[in-house]
């Protein structure tokens, strides 16, 4: 078990330099979630392939959400640690290779990479903090991974601006080196913890069955409408044999000693609509990271740097609110704060389909920092309520299904999104050069992402009404 430290919560406190080295890992994805989409354009020219640059978030989120469960289970059983130290050398061989890539296809391998080491990263993350804060503290702790999303939100676009129009896009990815190597030797140093050591085994064949199974509904949902007709052969495989093999998973699932997604986590209303709400904060994320840089770069010409600080200002919003989310929680509970969260998304979704018709930096950025605000209000106080149901042997299965259910909302969601554009730019015959037609698709794909955000709010209703309290260890 983790070891245990009761004297503060701050970075001069025992727990101190713990702090540091998760908020630094977790600047790891907290960049990337917001660099890449910048230099999309920019990457295009240089490799081609603007149809198929929705591959390079769905496969990278596609592998996060499959790694997640099985990371999950290890880190119950062999502990935190290891499992997130690999996690950062997967993201580190990852960036290295993505960096180095010489077509879209070959980057879009290297994101699998990639996406494999954020698969540990974040979930055990955010375990390590419910491990070793009560949810008193967190509500503090929170500020602090807030301010990490804070930072990120504006040095991510910053950069991923600058490095493309300096046609250096590869930076993107090699920036990532040194970050990887100061979160491994901060966690090495400081994280120590006493874990029992127990036989175990990995329900291999599980994984299998659901990384096969969504790899293939995700294909035939991206490229459907695209590369084949929606009644063509490829789709009706695509869906039907991925459905088969996600059926499969849930009876392997139902047998196995140790199964890398407990069937249990659904069988608890708490934990399953918790879940269901992080789908919902998936794709709504996805949707506006995706577009919104595309949006403003092919509508209106600006630059990068430019779309990429229209695009901060949400992950401004949400760790501001997040910072935040505590002081709500513990006086109303969790559901309301996360309905609260709901109204501020949706409401932000709607604005952002409503104006899209008049594009101006000005009001994306304004739509998007109010979505901002309810996803802040959203995703922390959801997971932590999910967190203190659970003792310490269940934490990282509870932690690790809500992330793989965020991740799987993104995956998902970008590509219903992609498909939904890419119909679109087909239709027009203008493709990615034409304004008009890429603002058309944009708007689809933004009342694509309301629909999103009232769906996670239909979840965030099912939450039954509970207070923070003391929780198991």
Wanted: hydrophobic share 55%; net charge neutral.
């Amino acid at each position: 078990m983790t070891q245990q430290q009761t004297t503060g919560v701050g970075f001069r406190s025992e727990r101190g330099p713990v702090l540091i080295a998760l908020m630094v890992s977790t600047g790891l994805i907290a960049i990337d979630a917001t660099i890449l989409a910048t230099a999309v354009p920019s990457i295009v020219d240089d490799l081609g392939g603007f149809a198929e640059f929705p591959w390079l978030f769905s496969v990278y989120l596609l592998a996060q959400a499959v790694s997640v469960p099985i990371y999950a289970k290890l880190a119950d059983t062999v502990g935190r640690k290891p499992i997130l130290l690999l996690g950062i050398a997967l993201f580190l061989a990852g960036s290295l290779l993505c960096g180095f890539a010489w077509s879209m296809p070959a980057l879009i391998a290297f994101r699998v990479v990639q996406g494999l080491g954020a698969g540990a990263i974040q979930p055990i993350a955010i375990t390590v903090v419910g491990d070793i804060y009560t949810v008193a503290e967190r509500a503090r702790v929170q500020g602090y991974l807030a301010s990490v999303w804070a930072v990120s939100s504006v040095v991510g676009p910053t950069l991923g601006g600058v490095f493309s129009e300096l046609g250096i896009w590869r930076w993107i990815f090699f920036v990532n080196v040194p970050v990887c190597v100061a979160a491994a030797w901060l966690l090495a140093r400081s994280f120590h913890e006493d874990v029992e050591r127990r036989p175990h085994r990995i329900d291999w064949s599980g994984g299998v069955l659901l990384t096969t199974g969504l790899t293939l509904v995700i294909l035939a949902t991206l490229e459907g409408g695209e590369a084949w007709a929606w009644d063509a052969w490829p789709s009706l495989a695509g869906y039907g044999l991925g459905t088969v093999l996600l059926l499969a998973f849930v009876l392997v699932e139902r047998r196995a000693p140790e199964p890398v997604l407990p069937l249990w986590v659904f069988s608890r209303r708490l934990l399953l609509s918790t879940a269901l709400v992080a789908l919902g904060v998936g794709a709504v994320l996805i949707g506006l990271t995706s577009y919104v840089p595309t949006f403003l770069e092919g509508t209106l010409g600006v630059s990068p740097l430019t779309s990429g600080l229209a695009l901060a200002a949400m992950t401004i919003g949400w760790p501001l609110a997040a910072s935040l989310s505590g002081r709500f929680y513990l006086r109303i509970g969790f559901r309301s704060t996360v309905l609260v969260g709901c109204a501020l998304a949706v409401l932000g979704a709607v604005l952002m389909a409503w104006l899209s018709g008049t594009p101006s930096v000005a009001s994306v950025a304004a739509s998007t920092f109010v979505v901002g605000l309810g996803l802040g209000l959203v995703a922390a106080p959801s997971t932590i309520a999910a967190q203190s149901s659970v003792g310490w042997g269940e934490r990282g299965v509870v932690t690790g299904t809500n992330m793989f259910s965020r991740s799987i909302g993104s995956a998902v969601g970008v590509a219903v999104f992609g498909a939904l554009a890419n119909g679109v730019l087909a239709r027009s015959g203008g493709g990615a050069s034409d304004a008009g037609a890429v603002q058309d698709a944009s708007t689809v794909v933004f009342v694509g992402v309301a629909v999103a955000a009232v769906g996670m709010t239909a979840a965030a209703l099912l939450m039954p009404r509970t207070t923070p309290a003391a929780e198991p260890r």
